[in-house]
């Protein structure tokens, strides 16, 4: 869980820095709610994977992304200094990138 967490927030600080973002309480904000999300995203579709197949796991990661892309969205609405773009398009983006490096990721090590 903390290579995931890991990889998460330096990809999100990266694709974050490429949006435009320079903030330094920006950049701690989108760590606070990564260090908030990702690990519960990680762990209940590792527990669904372990507790009733990949099949469910595939639903419940789907589910959960979308979550997190809510939340992480409001809260960047709500809290960042960085008003270039929407909270729900910094949350989109930076969701995007990750989950598909990601898997890119996974791919390669794995």
Not at 15 to 30: P, S, T
Not at 70 to 77: F, L, M, T, W
Not at 81 to 103: A, E, R
């Amino acid at each position: 869980m903390l290579i995931a967490l890991s990889s998460t927030l330096i990809i999100e600080f990266v694709g974050a820095y490429i949006l435009g973002i320079r903030n330094k309480l920006d950049f701690v904000n989108v760590g606070l709610v990564n260090i908030l999300t990702n690990p519960l995203v990680v762990s209940i579709s590792f527990f669904m994977n372990i507790t009733y197949g990949v099949v469910y796991r595939r639903i419940a990661l789907f589910i959960l992304e979308v979550l997190a892309f809510v939340i992480e969205g409001y809260i960047y609405d709500k809290v960042l200094s960085f008003k270039k773009y929407n909270g729900f398009t910094i949350s989109f983006v930076l969701n995007i990138l990750s989950f598909g490096l990601g898997i890119l990721i996974n791919k390669i090590i794995y």
